[in-house]
């Protein structure tokens, strides 16, 4: 038996389940206040309340992870390295989060958490691509001449 | 940047992204991954950044420059040093998501408490317990690799070990739920900083009973939670890049956690909690065992005259730094004719394709790095199985004593080979503290020393005009 690949079943249950968690506890914790709030005529006042919209984010979360299953069950096995440093600068998308924290209009102490955040996700993506690209380079076919080449 | 012209960029980068990972599934198209991913990347910081929110460009230049500085030297260790390196990102990354998610709940709270509705709430926990214990979890993972002073390798288990742990997980969820029902009263302000603390106390507890041979799932782990942590801020900030960027990262530490729980034939809940790696308890009067140690001379013979070598590398090879050496062996013996392999188990070195990397660094082409699955039934045809550094991985004990620590987890079969030729820093077990059966086979030789030393004087053996004749 030759390359068994995952098995495709277990794994997408994670983020569903997970998906499905977050989604039960959100519901249960807000019955009020989404219907509450979906009414623009409510004399709110100054303060409009800001309301993510849950479902949205939740299809793409589970539907995200699934593609993710799908294509990293595919990588090469030879290439686990790299696409774990690779996978350490995609993470590093932290770093659209830290730059509007630390570059908006918000208190001084909130835009430093902002910036040290954004040092973290910065040094993530200068090492984790050039890492990755550094390890890919040596993975090649034919070995390199030998030097010194004897007779 | 107008809202829509922002959200069309976000798209472009999750599709790069998805490329990115997929050109990674073939070593002839993976560079590309690399771009993909840099291009995603820059896409989706300028057009953040050209946000007409952001209007403190100074906190942004900064930060950057300070990032490059410290990221471009982390992007240079050696490849031996692969496996801290990539611990101590996952612990950047788990801290970016933790400050994002502690700088938002002050500002919404400082704003106003409607602010903090309950989603907002939730996410934020989930953001913040996340990412801390990501973050002090994996510099411990990185001081172990690393091998610091005051950090204890092998792994500390006391009484009560796991009671404390889940004890301490389920305070922080306690109080996370409160703050979520509650999370704009006077209680709150001190409450947040606590279950930060929590947090980060249990990365800290959560990895130091795991030991080196664990390590491999462990940062697989890590690597998951680092992509949870995106994307509950992801969550938080109502961004779907975060979120697709993040899933990504997760199921990619999911998938590898999940390759290498099997390749060890163990569960998550077993690693996290087995305390795997213990001392094993040496049994009083089992007989004295004795190795057979052969000559670099004979062993050098012996090599020369076979048509089929494998080589099994462990962490043995990392720590002595002796891929190159085993280059020289190779290109000496593809030389004579003989026929050179690599078997790379799933979990040899502290990493997930840790050997794969250390390999190719030394030229050796990857089309001579086999799988333990497509390696073992040929193993019987195999005329000297080399085994440098490596001790779990062949250890036969490993498919018949139930009473050993490994029972049950797959092997490569070095032990069918015609002869096996062991090298070994030590007569010290390995890094399970068993010892190996392996070593005592009949068809098994030992060749004592550091490994770079002993594979260098094979070398000088098979080099023609020295020694050999």
Known sequence: MSRRPIQPWGAPLVPLLLGLGIAGLAVAQTPTEATTIQQPTSPAGAHEVPQTDLWPLLFVFVLASFIGLGIIRRVSRLLHTPLMSITNAISAIAVVGSIIVAGSDYPTGIRLLGAIALFASMTNIVSGFLITDRMLKMFKTEPRKVQGGKP | MSSSLVQASYLIATALFVFSLHWMNDPKTARRGVFAGVAAMLIAVLSTW???????????????????????????????????????????????????????????????????????????????????LTFTGSLMAAGKLQEVKWIPQRPVTYRGQNLVNIGALLAAVAIGAWLVVNPATDLAVPLFPVIIGIALLFGVMLIIPIGGADMPTVIAILNAYAGLSAVAMGFVLDNKLLITAGALDGSSGLILSIIMCRAMNRSFTNVLFGAFGQVQQVKPGTEQKLYKAETIEGAAQILEQASLVVVIPGYGMAVAQAQHKVRELYDQLKKRGVTVKFAIHPVAGRMPGHMNVLLAEADIPYTDLVEMDEIN?????????????????????????????????????????????????????????IDNELYFGDKTWMLFGDAKNVIGELVKQLTPGSGMH
């Open chain 2, 50 to 132: 050209a946000e007409p929110v952001v209007v403190h460009h100074a906190w942004i230049i900064v930060p950057i420059l300070l990032g490059i500085a410290v990221g471009w030297p982390l992007a240079l260790v050696p490849l031996t040093a692969v496996p801290q390196r990539t611990a101590l990102s996952h612990a950047f990354g788990g801290l970016a998501a933790g400050l994002v998610g502690t700088a938002k709940y002050y500002l919404w709270y400082g704003e106003g408490p409607q602010n903090l509705t309950k989603f907002r709430m939730i996410a934020i926990i989930a953001e913040i317990i996340l990412g801390y």
């Open chain 2, 377 to 433: 039934p040929d193993m019987p045809q195999v005329d000297v199985a080399l085994v440098v550094g490596a001790n779990d991985v062949v250890n036969p004990a490993a498919r018949y004593d139930k009473g050993c620590p490994i029972y049950g987890m797959p092997i490569i079969d070095a032990d069918k080979a015609r002869t096996v030729f062991a090298i070994k820093r030590s007569k010290n077990p390995g890094f399970a503290g």
